[in-house]
C-alpha cells in the first residue's frame, strides 16, 4: 500500500526528482491509462530479465567478503549478456 500512495509519490517527486511509475487501479484519481500501459511494459521487461537472471544463479553464493560478493554477481550478470549477445549474433 506504501508504493500507491500519493504522498510519498510527491514527496519522492520533489526531493528526489524521482518520478515513479505506479501500476494503480481505475478507479484511482490518478489514473492515465498512457502511463499505465508505460508501467506495465516496463515492469514486463525488468521482471523477465529477474526471472531470466535467477535461473543463472546458483543456491547460494559463497563470499567471504563484500567485494567478492559484489564480483560473483557482475560476472553472473556478465555471462547472462555475453548470452543473450551471442544468441541474438547466431539467429
Do not use: C
Not at 492515465?32 to 523477465?48: C, D, H, N, S
Request: without cysteine; hydrophobic residues 45%; positive net charge.
Amino acid at each position: 500500500r506504501g508504493y500507491e500512495s500519493h504522498l510519498y509519490e510527491d514527496l519522492l517527486r520533489e526531493a528526489q526528482e524521482v518520478v515513479p511509475m505506479v501500476i494503480r487501479r481505475r478507479n484511482s484519481r490518478r489514473y492515465l491509462p498512457w502511463m499505465q500501459y508505460l508501467a506495465i511494459v516496463g515492469r514486463r521487461v525488468v521482471e523477465t530479465v529477474g526471472s531470466m537472471l535467477h535461473h543463472l544463479f546458483p543456491r547460494r553464493i559463497h563470499a567471504v567478503t563484500q567485494e567478492g560478493f559484489v564480483i560473483k554477481v557482475l560476472t553472473f550478470v556478465l555471462a547472462h549478456n555475453i548470452s543473450l549477445l551471442t544468441q541474438k549474433m547466431a539467429g
